[in-house]
Each structure stands twice: as structure tokens, then as C-alpha cells.
């Protein structure tokens, strides 16, 4: 069996019915082959919950992105028990994991895109995976990453950069560039990229001089390009684009009517895979449809649409919009924009219906998440002006819901995460929903949102029931005073091995802080730092074994003590620290509340006291249960989960391995970016996380600047 045709059989009887009704990526009626996967920016914003009825079915089957998804989510990702390369590489997040597991982040590769270079604060890279079974290394089929620089192309840097040979795994050097372009007169990509389907083609928005340029663009592999020595590339008409041989770009000009050209350096570009549409907005407030986008032809190429429908002017050219997201179900896009209004743009017809103002900030800085499924749309704000905040200081950062077909005027119904005082905050970005929203068929699961803008950012779980948001739970705080954060990524494997024969899942989000990171392995008074955390859910009559660990609904870290079966309904957690909860035959051992950091074992410490907790050297947490005592000048501490450790006069209880992990970041990150679908047999190394750091620091071994970074993490193996 392939390996689409694999994950379609993981993803059970919802996909039995798209089988049946003959669906496949391209949309032809030929059985089901395996295509690429792109990832980039769109896939977190359009999501799918697991349809209920036949009529969802055949409606979100129709949408690539939903096959995508499943992909991502429930594609077997095992290395082979034997693969020595899996065991030295240790930081892979799809080697095996057997005996108690470590918590390290580490960057596997990091290169400098120049100084001052950076895909951007709330902006993503974007990785391309020729295959779903598995990973590829070079040639001119390869997996690759593409990261903008958001700096202006010159002879000595380029405007963009992709890298292939990826993976530790591969042979040669690790990674390389695998093309790399200066793109002269467009300027600045301060945008997001995408894909074609192929993979063949990347489109943006550029800005230069008040300009805002989509470019599409063709590329082909080199061995010679660098980011010090790009290939300098001049634009195609459109014509001339639909036949040009790679590498090859054309220009089209936003216009927000038949002669203003408008920059845009805030909103990403939205593709729809199944028209060969695209939407974007621009600086004055309209926004524009572009077709047909990567399937022109001499005839008719790629163009802005200008028919009286599109451009829309969504808000009157007041406050630049940020990036739409494209509904299948509904016929509409959905965008803000920075004025703290939200909109909904019939595609069809260009009808704008717009909310009452929800944001007294920032402004609607990211795109909306949209559950096309249950036709529910999710938007995040900064301030929502209000000062009946309960979670935080008002006014409140809010996370905000709505139905696909809401009324002009409305604000919806919103859920407060933390406070957005003192003025101004800092921009709320999205969120990530965890594996059991997507699974639920009503539109229920958990929401993770880093917010408190106004303060230091926290992490929260928005918990959702049916459609309905709350009531909140607070997690742990990202950094030890007012900072920014970055947007939050989920990171799901369903196949981890914690044993031999014995299977199961970890979860795991990804968020930055810009400054006074609080992570584990970061230096709080100094920089920037990515965190990771556990968030998977408990579930029912599932197979657990010691060293498994769960997020509880009370925010605590649960980790299994004694292996067994877990009950029929979720146990009363036992939240008191070292305390056991049965549940089935299954015995929970509470680590305490989430949080990013924990202290550190030194000898001869005078002042280790009941409920301090530390992180020793086999990244388990200890927890401290005597009170008062000085630490000895050595210890060896027992590995065993519920071990006890004499250390001096202190007493040391394993309390399981960390949940958190951490690594230092100048001035924070870009969006997370996920490679999380492959399967048995692949090379180590491979299903990562990709970002850029906001700031300049050294790049491994390739010198100085902003840098394009692959890490991984061994708990996620």
C-alpha cells in the first residue's frame, strides 16, 4: 500500500466514504496516488474537523487541503528498530523511543540568511515534501525548505533561498542550498510564501517603494547559488511566464482599481489548489483575486482580476489588511484588518459583510483559523476594549468565534487570554488547535493561544465543547516580563514507540518569546527563546505505558507511573504534586502545573526545600520532599520514575521526564513551520520543525546574521 493510501485507511471511516466517492488529490477519477506535500503558511488557517454526515464528507473531501491535512496528522512515522543512524542522530522527531525519553531541543542545522535577515515576525517558511512515504534528499527532486530573507536582493545577497539535503541522514553536507535568487526591483518579501501543488512553483508578495508585487516564481536547482552569491533573475510578462523555462519569475502589480498601485506588506497570499485562484490584501484596504495563478496559459495568464466584482474595497483604504483565508465551504474570504475589524468577502459576488470593531490594539495582525467542517471561524485580537476582563488586566486579549455566515455588526462571542495593559500590546497571533479538535466531530477540543499582550506572554488552553470557547486555563508563562510572542504550532505524532510492540501518541506546541526567554535552556535576562510543551489529551480505554505523559484539564503534567488501560470517563485528577490517580489499571503520577523552566541540581546548595523542583541530568524532574536541606557534593540520581535519591540532607523524588523543552533565539522567531509525515524507512532525521530567528546571531558553521534553522526534539520522536 502507498503511503496516501495508507494514511487514508489510518484516518478511518471518514475517509472509507471519500474512497467511495472516488476522490483524489488532482480531482480526477483515477484511483489514489501519492503526490507532494507542501506546508506553508495556509495550512494552519484552513483546518478540518472530522466530518459527522455524508453531506460534510462529500463537501470538505472536495478540498485538498483536508487530504493534507490527514497527512500530516496520521501518516505512519517509525524508523526501523535497528537504525543505528536513529539512535545516534537522538534528536529526530520520528526515531524510536524506547526507556525513559529526554526533552532536548537542539537546532540540527542553522544558517545565516544575512544580517539583519529574517522570514519575519508572524510569518512562516515553507517546506515542500516530494513524497509522503518517504524523505528525500537532493537532486532535482528533493524536499525542501524556502525561506525569504526580508531583505533586498543585491550581487552579495539573496531575496530568497530554499536548502535541500535536509536531513541528518543524507550524505554530502547538510544542508544545502538548493537555489537561491536576488530578485532585483521587487524589493522586500515581507510576506509568507506558498506552493504550487507540484511543488514546481512559490508565489509572494514583495514590497518595494511603496509597491506591492506578487511575484510567481519558477525555480530550478543549482549547485552554485548561495545566499552570498544569488542568481540574479528579471521578470517575465505573464505571457511569457506560462512557457518560460526555470528559473523564471513575472510580476503582477496589486492594484486597488485600474490605476493605484498599493504596497502590501502585511497579508500573505491565500491559494485555492481546486480554481487556480488566489486572494491578498494591500495597504488600502481592498482586496484582490488573482486568476489563474499557477495554471496560465499563453492565452490567459496569470492576472489580477479586474471584472467590477475584484478588487474589493473592503474598509474604505483606512487600515491595511492582513491575510485573507479562502473558504471552500462557505464561497467567502475572511480577513481583518489593522484597525481592529473583521470582514467576510462573498467570492462570488464581492458583498463585504464586516463585524463591529474587535480589536483596540494591535489591530487583527494574523489571519483567522477557519474549521471549514463545522463552518466556525476563529479570529485573534490584541485589545477587545472591554474592562470586564476576569483573566487578566482589562481591557482583555481575546480570542474571538464566529459562524461562516455572521451578520453585519456582530462581535461574536469571545473568550479573554490574559490582559492587554499597559497600552500599546503586543500583537496576538494565532493560535493552534490540538489533535483532538481536529478528531471530535462537533467542534471539540483545545485552542492554545499565547496571550497576556499587554504583560509577560502565557500560554493558554482555550478548551472548545460543541462550538462553544471556555472556560480558560492558564499555563505557564514564556518569558519573565513583557515581551512579544510569536504564533503557536502543534505538532502531533500518532506512532511513537515507547516499547517494544507498544505504541502511541505525542503532542507537543511551539511558541517564542522575543526577549527574557523563560525557558529551560535559555537565559532569561538576555534574548529570545522557542519553547515546546506536551499538550496531548488523556483519552479512554487506550494502552499506556510508564513514561507516557498527558496534559490534564486541570493544566497539570500527568505521567504514568504503572502501565495498563486507562477507564471509560476521565479520572478525578489527583493534583497535589507526587500525587497518584488510578484510572483503569492505569496509575498517574502528577509532575505539578506546566511550566517552562525548572530549577537546576547544585552541590553543597544550602537551600533545597519542599515544593522546590529541579531537572537533573537525565532531564527527568525531580521534586524536592523533605523540608530544608543541603545538597551533597555529588549525586548519582535513580532513574526510575517514583525513584527516591538521598542527596546530603535532601531528598529527591523522580516525579517523570520533563515536559518542556527549550532553545535560545536572538530576539525570538518566525512562525514554526512543521515536516511531519513521514513514514517506515525513512532517513533519520527527517520531520522537523523550521523557523528564522528575528535577530542576528552565529549561524552554526555558516558565519553571523539572521539565520534559517532546523531543529528537532527527542520527546517527539
Wanted: hydrophobic share 35%; proline share 5%; aromatic share 10%.
Amino acid at each position: 500500500m502507498n503511503g496516501l493510501a495508507a494514511g487514508i485507511v489510518r484516518f478511518g471511516a471518514g475517509f472509507l466514504a471519500l474512497l467511495s466517492l472516488g476522490w483524489v488529490l488532482t480531482g480526477s477519477a483515477a484511483a489514489p496516488h501519492e503526490q507532494g506535500l507542501p506546508s506553508d503558511w495556509t495550512h494552519r488557517h484552513i483546518i478540518f474537523s472530522k466530518p459527522s454526515t455524508a453531506e460534510q464528507m462529500k463537501r470538505v473531501s472536495k478540498d485538498p487541503r483536508y487530504l493534507q491535512q490527514s497527512q500530516r496528522n496520521n501518516a505512519l512515522r517509525l524508523l526501523p528498530p535497528e537504525s543505528d543512524a536513529a539512535e545516534s542522530i537522538g534528536e529526530s522527531l520520528v526515531a524510536k523511543v524506547v526507556g525513559p525519553k529526554k526533552t532536548n531541543m537542539r537546532r540540527d542545522w542553522s544558517m545565516s540568511l544575512g544580517s539583519g535577515a529574517s522570514v519575519g515576525a508572524g510569518n512562516f517558511a515553507a517546506k515542500y515534501s516530494l513524497k509522503t512515504s518517504v524523505a528525500t534528499c537532493g537532486g532535482a527532486n528533493a524536499d525542501f525548505v524556502v525561506y525569504p530573507t526580508g531583505l533586498t536582493g543585491t550581487t552579495g545577497q539573496a531575496t530568497i533561498v530554499a536548502y535541500d539535503n535536509l536531513y541528518a541522514g543524507c550524505g554530502g553536507t547538510v544542508p544545502s542550498v538548493y537555489w537561491a535568487y536576488n530578485l532585483g526591483n521587487a524589493g522586500q518579501i515581507l510576506t509568507s510564501p506558498i506552493f504550487s501543488l507540484d511543488g514546481k512553483q512559490v508565489a509572494f508578495v514583495a514590497s518595494n517603494n511603496g509597491e506591492g508585487i506578487l511575484v510567481l516564481l519558477k525555480w530550478a536547482a543549482s549547485t552554485t547559488e548561495s545566499v552570498g552569491s544569488p542568481k540574479l533573475l528579471a521578470p517575465k510578462s505573464a505571457s511569457q511566464y506560462t512557457t518560460c523555462t526555470a528559473p523564471c519569475m513575472t510580476y503582477i502589480y496589486l492594484q486597488d482599481n485600474a490605476s493605484d498601485v498599493t504596497d502590501d506588506q502585511t497579508s500573505s497570499i491565500f491559494y485555492d489548489y481546486s480554481t487556480d485562484m488566489a486572494w491578498v490584501g494591500g495597504a488600502g484596504g481592498w482586496l484582490h483575486e488573482i486568476g489563474p495563478v499557477f495554471n496560465g496559459t499563453t492565452l490567459n495568464p496569470p492576472s489580477e482580476v479586474d471584472n467590477g466584482i475584484f478588487p474589493v474595497e473592503v474598509n474604505s483604504g483606512v487600515n491595511a489588511l492582513s491575510s485573507p483565508v479562502y473558504d471552500t465551504g462557505s464561497n467567502s474570504v475572511f480577513v481583518g484588518d489593522l484597525g481592529g475589524f473583521f470582514y467576510r468577502v462573498n467570492a462570488a459576488t464581492g458583498a463585504v459583510t464586516a463585524t463591529g470593531r474587535l480589536d483596540y490594539g494591535q489591530g487583527l495582525v494574523a489571519g483567522p483559523i477557519v474549521d471549514s467542517t463545522a463552518g466556525l471561524v476563529y479570529v485573534f485580537a490584541s485589545n477587545n476594549g472591554t474592562l470586564n476582563c476576569q483573566h487578566g488586566t482589562g481591557p482583555c486579549t481575546a480570542v474571538y468565534i464566529f459562524n461562516t455566515s455572521f451578520p453585519s455588526g456582530t462581535l461574536g462571542t469571545d473568550v479573554a487570554v490574559g490582559g492587554s495593559i499597559p497600552s500599546p500590546p503586543s500583537p496576538l497571533y494565532e493560535g493552534a488547535f490540538d489533535q483532538t479538535y481536529l478528531n471530535s466531530t462537533n467542534a471539540t477540543g483545545n485552542l492554545y493561544v499565547c496571550g497576556n499582550t499587554g504583560q509577560r506572554p502565557i500560554m493558554y488552553q482555550v478548551p472548545v465543547n460543541g462550538g462553544v470557547m471556555g472556560p480558560i486555563v492558564t499555563g505557564g508563562a514564556l518569558a519573565t516580563n513583557t515581551a512579544t510572542c510569536s504564533p503557536v504550532t502543534d505538532v502531533y505524532n500518532p506512532t511513537v514507540q515507547f516499547a517494544p510492540g507498544v505504541f502511541g501518541p505525542e503532542e507537543w506546541i511551539f511558541a517564542s518569546t522575543t526577549t527574557l526567554g523563560y525557558g529551560q535552556n535559555c537565559n532569561s535576562g538576555m534574548g529570545g527563546c522557542l519553547i515546546s510543551f506536551v499538550d496531548l489529551q488523556w483519552t479512554p480505554a487506550t494502552t499506556y505505558v510508564v513514561g507516557q505523559e498527558v496534559l490534564d484539564s486541570n493544566y497539570h503534567n500527568e505521567v504514568v507511573l504503572t502501565a495498563g488501560i486507562s477507564g471509560a470517563t476521565t479520572p478525578p485528577w489527583n493534583i497535589g504534586l507526587a500525587g497518584t490517580t488510578t484510572d483503569g489499571t492505569v496509575t498517574w503520577l502528577d509532575q505539578g502545573h506546566q511550566t517552562a523552566s525548572y530549577g537546576f541540581w547544585h552541590a553543597l546548595w544550602p537551600n533545597f526545600d519542599y515544593p522546590d523542583e529541579i531537572v537533573d541530568v537525565n532531564n527527568n524532574i525531580e521534586l524536592c520532599t523533605n523540608s530544608g536541606g543541603t545538597s551533597g557534593a555529588s549525586v548519582t540520581f535513580n532513574t526510575a520514575i517514583n525513584g527516591v535519591t538521598t542527596d546530603g540532607t535532601v531528598t529527591w523524588l523522580n516525579v517523570g521526564p520533563s515536559a518542556t523543552a527549550s532553545i535560545s533565539t536572538t530576539n525570538g522567531t518566525s512562525g514554526v513551520i512543521i515536516d511531519n509525515v513521514v513514514s517506515a524507512g525513512v532517513l533519520a532525521g527527517t520531520s522537523q520543525v523550521y523557523f528564522t530567528t528575528l535577530g542576528n546571531q552565529a549561524c552554526g558553521t555558516s558565519g553571523t546574521g539572521g539565520c534559517a534553522v532546523q531543529a528537532s526534539q527527542s520527546a517527539l520522536q
